[in-house]
């Protein structure tokens, strides 16, 4: 059996088993919207260039049971393995919280199933366009509080949730007279620097980050959250030993080995000249196909208390953010 059915039968698996012991559904409606995006190079994203390809995306919204009131929202954006059932399980924790979740779902629309052993297929910033949209529509919902809108993101997903934060991000991407309220990020890959990243909206940004993690190293967010609260940032990176990568997903009970995965763990970049990304120890632009740095076969672990952990910080910082009871 390949790694990528074990994958699927595991996910399964653990979606069937959560769902049986569920009694009753968090959500009082379900809604699927669809999301018009469109697809950028990450060189086009960085300089502006808004002529990318137009790309219909879909989105599930999960209304909580609050009853007629306008409630908070917070957008999820996956990572590079695709909607999985840990986004379901997330939204699960979320709803009976108090807040609307919606699920961006940024690869079905784009006839992507995996990034995983090819990252090329979609640009990590790219992602940020999606999550910006989904501002946007959730923003105009009935049932959406518009000043009461998060985002949370995994691994490659966490680029857009935690960067939509930056100030000039948000001015080429974002919709007008809206804003993300809070940025959250779990393994995000932290390790390009981009110019004027300190610069934030000021709103809220967490993140949380296994320390064992061999996928995406825990190194470059230290720097990043570093770097932040220097430019008076609130920013908080949560650290947990002995996890590894997708710490917080019940379907790798059985650490799983990813021969095939690239992973940039090992790169230190930043933003160069007309959107170009440059390798920082060697001075050369940045190819994720053949550039030195760029490895192959890390692992993904679930880790019950690190899982645990990040969902209580979680749930506390957004009643706080939000003021729930």
Known sequence: MSARIRLCLAAAIAFLAHAAAAQTLPFARMEVHPVLSMTVTGEQFLTGDLNGKPVTLAGEL????SGS??????????????????????ARELNATGLAVFILDSFAGRGIVSTVSDQSQLHSLAM????????ALLAEHPRIDRD???VMGFSKGAVASVYSSNRRFRQLYGPQGVEFAAHIGLYTPCNVAYRDDEKTTGKP???FHGIADDYVSIGPCRDYAARLTQAGADVALAEYPDAYHAYDNPAYATPLRLPAAQTTRSCFLEEGDGGAIVNARTRKVYDLA?????EKGPQIAYNAAAHQATVAAVKDFLKATFKLE
Do not use: E, F, N
């Not at 940020?128 to 501002?135: G, I, N, P, T």
């Not at 053949?290 to 760029?294: L, Q, R």
């Open 128 to 135: 940020m366009v999606d999550a910006y949209r989904a501002l």
């Open 69 to 90: 009131d306008k409630v908070p929202a917070i957008v999820l954006v996956h990572g590079s393995g695709g909607l999985s059932a840990s986004p379901d399980l997330w």
């Open 205 to 207: 940004i967490r993140l």
């Open 62 to 65: 999960r209304l909580p049971k």
């Open 290 to 294: 053949t550039d030195p740095c760029v």
């Open 148 to 150: 009461r809108i998060a």
